[in-house]
């Protein structure tokens, strides 16, 4: 790294962030995020349900003091979409940044978190989510993971988009 007056100069556009498991009194600004990030928003009990069942695969990003993006997720046992056997699969039931904050390898960040987790914690074998099939940036980055996509539902969304539903090995 090139140095100006023996200061490290800051070359790269990472953020300082950090990484930590969700708690209750993360829940407001978890349900914020989503609301403004993502059309498909969901009543409060439907997060209290997946922290406290599948809670060390929970995680949020803090910067500048606060939480800035999320990840939920939850184990389901059933037929393999990479293993043709029944299996235990996480589940990406949803994931966010904040826009100002994108870009930056926390969602990549959260992503890694949340699929380590499934995997030491819970034991998962492969990995699941749905995706709008519109939405490049995600996409991007499952397949940055090693997502396939899998199949296509059609008109998964309450507006009718359909889903590619991707997955990956844990
Ligand atoms: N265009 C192209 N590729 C992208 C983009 C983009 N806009 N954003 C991310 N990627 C890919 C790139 O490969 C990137 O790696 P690179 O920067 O080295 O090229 C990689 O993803 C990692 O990017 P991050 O910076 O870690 O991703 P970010 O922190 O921006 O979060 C996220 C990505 C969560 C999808 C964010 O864009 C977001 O919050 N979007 C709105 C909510 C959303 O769509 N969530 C997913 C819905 S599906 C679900 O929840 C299962
Ligand atoms: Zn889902």
Not at 48 to 67: I, Q, T
Request: aromatic share 12%.
């Amino acid at each position: 790294m090139r140095e100006v007056f023996g200061l490290p100069e800051i070359i790269d556009n990472k953020a300082e962030f950090t990484i930590r498991n969700a708690t209750h009194e993360d829940l407001p600004q978890i349900i914020k995020i989503n609301t403004e990030a993502l059309p498909e928003n969901y009543p409060e009990f439907f997060f209290v349900y997946h922290l406290e069942n599948w809670g060390k695969a929970f995680f949020v990003a803090e910067a500048d003091g606060r939480v800035i993006g999320y990840i939920m997720n939850r184990i389901e046992t059933g037929l393999g979409f990479i293993r043709k056997f029944i299996v235990k699969k996480g589940h990406v039931v949803s994931i966010a940044v904040l826009e100002g904050y994108r870009r930056k390898g926390i969602g990549e960040s959260l992503m890694k978190k949340g699929m380590d987790s499934m995997r030491d914690d819970y034991g998962a074998k492969e990995v699941y989510l749905e995706v709008r099939v519109s939405n490049e940036p995600a996409i991007r980055l499952y397949e940055k993971l090693g997502f396939k996509k899998v199949k296509v539902i059609e008109g998964y969304y309450s507006d009718g988009e359909n889903a590619y539903l991707m997955a990956a090995p844990l």
